[in-house]
């Protein structure tokens, strides 16, 4: 496979941005080799500047559900433009895309549109901290929630315990208001709250983890969440920003009943432009400014062009037996690679909930960060750069999830899986 173009924008990239990405997994460090440089995207497949087509797993982390430029979101999103790329004044659009929000998700009364998922999870704490007017907040164990100072922080080897930071320059003073438990660990939480519930502003978490790999809630976890929050008034948070649209319309919360008091969306209701949201009951939203005393604000928020980009992907979205394609074809997916590793006798073990999905080199069950951190890593690169080779866009990391858009046909999926089978075997 010829990438010398990639190569070299690579090594000028690195001259003027740090690591030469703009987001670090996209530098392929856990996986070695230098990132290929994309040049266009139609369908299921992207196209490297070297000429190089592959089927596209990653979907730019969850938002390109339809597919790359998708005809309707790019019609839609060339008309908006014409008409003004921002105004910094309020659109009927994001009334329309507020709407939508609502109607999909019932634990959603009121929604504010901010730019990104980190922008969302951030506000969605603050509002959670003005409303209970507690400072402390608990989260999980690779759990990811955007890179606010408050949140890049983990638990120390397996133990509940009280944050540290995960990054220079986040103060300890602040990771010191963050708890964090194992993932799955309703023990960890009860004891938590139990000790801190007076000071503990929210809960937050991922309903189904995504960014340690795909790792599924055990059957009762959230419903024990909500039941413990909800007795010691602490707010429930879901992340949704992977599985909000994904999982299913109405996201995990629909698809397991639980509803939360405040809820992040971000990716997909951004149709692949700069979108995120946080919502709640009116009480709770009502907080936030000008309605309330809670600042949060944007410049950017609300942009016509992405909400529009959003409002068609939504619109595609909530047509009839949408959800179920997308569960077939990452049925399909799944399987391919489970029969290709297990006829290799690769251990390998998998995770997912309709076109959302994970893999692990392990031959552990994984049910949070410390065993999802068992898997073979090494392997995984090993899988990863021979897939590549053979015309399949995995993630660069084992810890991050497949996705599956609704143009991946079944022969796409089969071209995947026969070239699983090789490299299994060579794994
Ligand atoms: C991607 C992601 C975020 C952060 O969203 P950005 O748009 O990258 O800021 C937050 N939470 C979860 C669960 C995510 O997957």
Same mark, same amino acid.
């Given at each position: 496979m010829k990438t010398t173009n990639s190569k070299r924008l690579f090594d000028q990239a690195q001259r003027y941005i740090p690591g030469g $990405?703009?987001?670090?997994?996209r530098a392929f460090r856990s996986v070695g080799g230098n990132p290929l440089f994309i040049k266009r995207?139609?369908?299921?497949?992207?196209?490297?500047?070297?000429?190089n087509t592959f089927l596209d797993y990653v979907a730019s982390w969850g938002p390109i559900i339809l597919g790359h430029a998708h005809p309707a979101v790019v019609r839609a999103?060339?008309?908006?433009? #014409?008409?003004?790329? #921002?105004?910094?004044?309020?659109?009927?659009?994001?009334?329309?895309?507020?709407?939508?929000?609502?109607?999909?998700?019932?634990?959603?009364?009121?929604?504010?549109?901010v730019s990104s998922g980190t922008e969302a999870v951030m506000s969605a704490i603050r509002v959670a901290r003005g409303f209970t007017k507690r400072d402390a907040i608990l989260k999980f164990? /690779?759990?990811y929630h955007g890179h606010a100072d408050h949140l890049l922080v983990k638990a120390g080897s397996g133990a509940a315990t009280l944050g540290l930071p995960d990054s220079p320059g986040v103060p300890k003073a602040f990771a010191g208001h963050t708890l964090t438990a194992p993932y799955n660990d309703i023990e960890a939480v009860k004891s938590l709250i139990q000790k801190h519930?007076?000071?503990?502003?929210?809960?937050?978490v991922e309903p189904i983890a995504g960014n340690m790999g795909v790792v599924l809630p055990k059957k009762e976890f959230l419903r024990q969440l909500r039941t413990l929050t909800r007795q010691h008034g602490i707010l429930l948070?879901?992340?949704?920003?992977?599985? @909000?649209?994904?999982?299913?319309?109405?996201?995990?919360?629909?698809?397991? @009943?639980?509803?939360?008091?405040?809820t992040c969306l971000g990716k997909i209701i951004g149709g692949g432009l700069p979108v995120g949201a946080y919502g709640g009951s009116?009480?709770?939203?009502?907080? $936030?400014?000008?309605?309330?005393?809670?600042?949060?604000?944007?410049?950017?928020? @609300?942009?016509?062009?992405?909400?529009?980009?959003?409002?068609?992907?939504?619109?595609?979205?909530?047509?009839?037996?949408?959800?179920?394609?997308?569960? !077939?074809? /990452?049925?399909?997916?799944?399987?391919?690679? /489970?029969?290709?590793?297990?006829?290799?006798?690769?251990?390998?073990?998998?995770? !997912?909930?309709? #076109?959302?999905? /994970?893999?692990?080199?392990?031959?552990?069950? $994984?049910?949070?960060? #410390?065993?999802?951190?068992?898997?073979?890593?090494?392997?995984?690169?090993?899988?990863?750069?021979?897939?590549?080779? !053979? @015309?399949?866009y995995f993630a660069p990391s084992q810890f991050e999830a497949a996705f599956v858009s609704t143009v991946h046909t079944v022969s796409d999926i089969d071209h995947t899986i026969e070239a699983a089978h090789q490299v299994f075997k060579k794994l």
């Open positions: $990405v703009n987001s670090p997994v995207a139609r369908g299921a497949t992207v196209t490297d500047v070297d000429g999103i060339q008309r908006a433009a #014409s008409q003004g790329t #921002s105004y910094g004044a309020p659109t009927e659009q994001e009334l329309i895309l507020a709407q939508m929000i609502c109607q999909a998700l019932p634990s959603i009364e009121k929604v504010r549109l164990d /690779g759990c519930w007076r000071k503990l502003a929210c809960i937050i948070i879901l992340d949704e920003v992977i599985s @909000g649209f994904r999982v299913a319309y109405g996201g995990a919360q629909t698809l397991y @009943g639980i509803k939360p008091d405040l009116k009480d709770i939203m009502d907080l $936030v400014a000008p309605a309330g005393p809670v600042y949060q604000a944007g410049t950017l928020s @609300g942009n016509p062009l992405a909400v529009t980009a959003g409002i068609v992907t939504l619109k595609k979205l909530s047509t009839s037996g949408v959800y179920e394609k997308l569960d !077939r074809r /990452g049925a399909q997916l799944a399987e391919g690679l /489970g029969k290709a590793a297990k006829q290799a006798n690769v251990p390998f073990f998998q995770t !997912r909930v309709g #076109s959302l999905m /994970g893999g692990f080199f392990s031959d552990t069950r $994984v049910v949070d960060f #410390s065993s999802a951190k068992k898997s073979d890593t090494a392997r995984y690169a090993k899988f990863f750069h021979k897939m590549l080779e !053979r @015309g399949s």
